[in-house]
């Protein structure tokens, strides 16, 4: 089988969709054509767009299945088109994104998502929303979630220090203001490891790192006396598997996809009140040893090999259909 991917998004982000995407190329066992086009910077996203994701991608030749690791892709497709679907925020919170964004995704995605022959959501949570927010046929949705690589184990070095560590792009919904508050109420060191992204997201008492490699957030991981999750809306919450992959425990909101994710495994909070997340970060700390163990059997639940074999069954259903 031949596939045409979409790879795209490693040119432009380490987060996120980028880390679903080469994981999943890593694990593959079908011969992979990568496509790809520009790179950051606003012309080449209006190009990109505009003209090669709705009119270029689509023309592809010589493929058995298209498959785009979010949900920009082509209006229509010579091959059969799969769609990956991380979250869809923008539809939620359109606030908490740049202008550009939240007018031109509501009106081109519903389109790509017609055009899919299938589409893979990450969570239940999020095969909902599309059924919910944009009437997705729930019958051509396949739950495949994310996983997390190999370096992030319980065993290795570990960082220095007290404090408690979030992960993710510096943007609204990630809701590090209240963090900071909670940190400061427990006298916790707040370290941010992430990309910078949209938005006005002030650092006042945090410690920001910036990205980081792996192996170094890794490290960061097993250090932290917690890690720290509180997200307004998430699809998955890759942070919280590697976390727990680790051996940390988890603080992350109650409801949504970040509770489907954490599994019975970490605290759960209301992301909105300052207070409850600092209660929930001394309720971590005092219950490491189980949190721990909970959270490494959760974390062998997301398997690379087991998201590829999914994978690879969504393609063969997309191209017998």
Request: include cysteine; glycine fraction near 10%; charged fraction near 25%.
């Amino acid at each position: 089988m031949r596939v045409g991917i979409d790879t795209t998004p490693l040119r432009l982000t380490r987060a996120g969709t980028a880390r679903y995407l080469r994981g999943l190329l890593e694990h593959l066992d079908v011969d992979v054509r990568p496509l790809a086009f520009g790179s950051a910077g606003r012309a080449w996203v209006l190009a990109r767009e505009l003209l090669w994701y709705p009119f270029v991608l689509g023309g592809a030749g010589g493929l058995d299945v298209l498959h785009c690791p979010t949900y920009y892709g082509p209006l229509r497709s010579r091959a059969p088109l799969v769609v990956t679907v991380h979250d869809l925020s923008v539809f939620r919170h359109p606030g908490a994104f740049p202008p550009w964004t939240r007018t031109f995704v509501p009106r081109f995605v519903p389109h790509v998502l017609r055009a899919a022959r299938q589409v893979i959501a990450v969570s239940e949570f999020t095969r909902d929303e599309l059924v919910e927010l944009l009437g997705v046929d729930e019958r051509k949705i396949r739950v495949v979630p994310n996983a997390v690589e190999d370096v992030f184990t319980a065993e290795g070095p570990a960082a220095a220090g007290e404090y408690v560590l979030a992960v993710g792009t510096l943007e609204p919904r990630k809701n590090l203001p209240r963090l900071a508050e909670a940190a400061r109420r427990v006298g916790a060191e707040l370290r941010v490891v992430g990309a910078p992204g949209w938005g006005d997201v002030p650092l006042d008492g945090v410690h920001w790192l910036g990205e980081r490699p792996d192996e170094e957030l890794a490290r960061l991981y097993r250090g932290a006396a917690a890690v720290a999750y509180p997200s307004l809306y998430e699809g998955f919450g890759i942070p919280i598997v590697e976390a727990m992959a680790c051996g940390t425990p988890v603080v992350t909101s109650a409801g949504g996809a970040t509770e489907e994710i954490a599994g019975g495994a970490a605290v759960l909070v209301d992301p909105r009140d300052p207070a409850a997340i600092a209660a929930g970060l001394e309720e971590a700390v005092a219950r490491r040893d189980e949190l721990r163990a909970r959270g490494l059997e959760r974390a062998r639940a997301f398997s690379w090999d087991e998201v590829a074999r999914r994978t690879v069954d969504v393609y063969r259903e997309a191209a017998g259909g």
